[in-house]
C-alpha cells in the first residue's frame, strides 16, 4: 500500500499541535487544546447536494457524456474516494464536481460552472481544501472577461453585487498573500480565505456558498444570449484562456498527482475539470502567457512570473481597484 502525505499539512503546517492564525497568516503552536474543534465531520457532500437540488429547479439539467467515465476513483491510498458529477444545461456548457473525501484528515471540493459560449454570465468557481488543521477556500463568480481592464463587464456583473462580498468580508477575510496572476482571474466578490478548520467556519462558508450560488443562478436565468458571431468567439476564447491557465496552474495539481497518480490526474484536469481546454480553441498556454516560455521551449514550472502578491482585499466596496499590497 502507498501511504499518501498530504502536500499541505506537510508543507505549511509545521507541527501537529499547530494552528492557523488568519491574523498574521503564520502556524501558531496551539499549546491550550481547548476550544479546538476538529472539523473532520465537515463534509462537501450537503455542498453539492444543495447545489445540484437548486439547480433542477432553475432548468433542465441533463446529464454529462462525461459521466460514463468520470464518475468515482479510489486514490492509490486506499482511503481517500473521489466522486464526480457533471451536467449539462441549456445555458450551460457543463456542471461539474469534484469531492474528494479522505475522511478526518482531507475534504476538497472543486466546484465549477462554465456557460454555453453564447452567453458572457461569469464562471462559477468553488474550490475548497480542507485538512484537519485548515482550510484554503476560493469563492467566487469568476469573471469571463478580465474586470481590470474592462469597466463595461465589470459593471454590467459586479457592480449591483458587492452587497453580497461585503456581507462575508468580515466573516470570511482575505486569505493573505494572492498572487497577481491569479488576482486577474478573481473579480471584485471573490472570497479568498483560509482558515482554522472549524464547524462554525464550515457553516459559515456553507451560507455563502448558498448565496453565491443562488447569486450565479440569477445571473443564468437573466443571461441573454449573444447574437453576433464575433462576440461568441470573444466570449469563448475567455473561457479557453481561463481553463488554460487552470489546467497547467492550478495549486491542486500535485494533491491531485499523489492521490490519483500522473497520468490519471492528467486527464482528470484536461477531460473533467477543465474540459474544453482541448476543444475549443487550438491555442496553447504560451500562446496566451508567453511570459512562462524557457529557453528551451517549454514551460516555466512556477506558479507566479509577476512577483507582485496581494497581501490584502484590493478591490474596496464599491469594487473599485485599490492597490494596497
Ligand atoms: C492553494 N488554491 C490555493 C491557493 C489559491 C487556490 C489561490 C493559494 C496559493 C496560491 O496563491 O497559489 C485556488 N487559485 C485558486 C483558484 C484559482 C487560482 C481556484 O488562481 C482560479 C483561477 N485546491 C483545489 C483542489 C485541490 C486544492 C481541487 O481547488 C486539490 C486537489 C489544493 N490548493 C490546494 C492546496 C493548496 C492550495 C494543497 C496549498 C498548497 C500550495 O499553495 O501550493
Known sequence: MVLLRFPLPEKLNPCSRCQYNNRTNKFIENKIKLGTQIVSALSYQKFVDFAVDETKHRTHLIPSPLQEKFSHIQAVDGKA???????????????????????????VLDFGIFPNVAFDMP??????????????????????????????????????????????????PWG????GESLRFFSPIVIWTRFTSSQHKGDIL???????????????????????????????????????????????????KKLVG??????????????????LSR???????????LEDGSINDKRSMMGKSFENR?????GELVDNC
Not at 176 to 179: E, Q, S
Not at 247 to 252: L, Q, R, T, V
Open 176 to 179: 493573505g498573500k494572492l498572487t
Open 206 to 256: 456553507f451560507d455563502a456558498f448558498n448565496d453565491y450560488y443562488k447569486t450565479w443562478l440569477d445571473l443564468m436565468e437573466h443571461a441573454v444570449q449573444e447574437q453576433s458571431p464575433a462576440q461568441v468567439m470573444l466570449n469563448s476564447e475567455a473561457q479557453h484562456k481561463y481553463l488554460t491557465w487552470r489546467a497547467e496552474k492550478d495549486p491542486g495539481h500535485s494533491l491531485l
Open 283 to 293: 491555442k496553447t498556454f504560451l500562446d496566451y502567457f508567453p511570459e512562462y516560455k
Open 262 to 279: 500522473e497520468a490519471k490526474a492528467r486527464d482528470v484536469l484536461r477531460s473533467f475539470l477543465f474540459n474544453g481546454v482541448d476543444e
Open 81 to 107: 474516494k473521489i466522486d464526480f458529477l457533471s451536467f449539462e444545461a441549456s445555458k450551460i456548457r457543463l456542471l461539474r464536481s469534484m469531492h474528494i473525501d479522505g475522511g478526518d484528515s482531507l475534504q
Open 314 to 318: 484590493p478591490w474596496d466596496s464599491k
Open 123 to 172: 464562471i462559477f468557481c468553488a474550490n475548497f481544501f480542507t485538512s484537519s488543521s485548515m482550510s484554503i477556500i476560493v469563492l467566487d463568480l469568476n469573471p469571463l472577461h478580465d474586470v481590470i481592464s474592462n469597466r463595461e463587464y465589470k459593471e454590467k456583473y459586479y457592480k449591483s453585487l458587492m452587497p453580497l462580498s461585503i456581507k462575508y468580508a468580515e466573516l470570511l
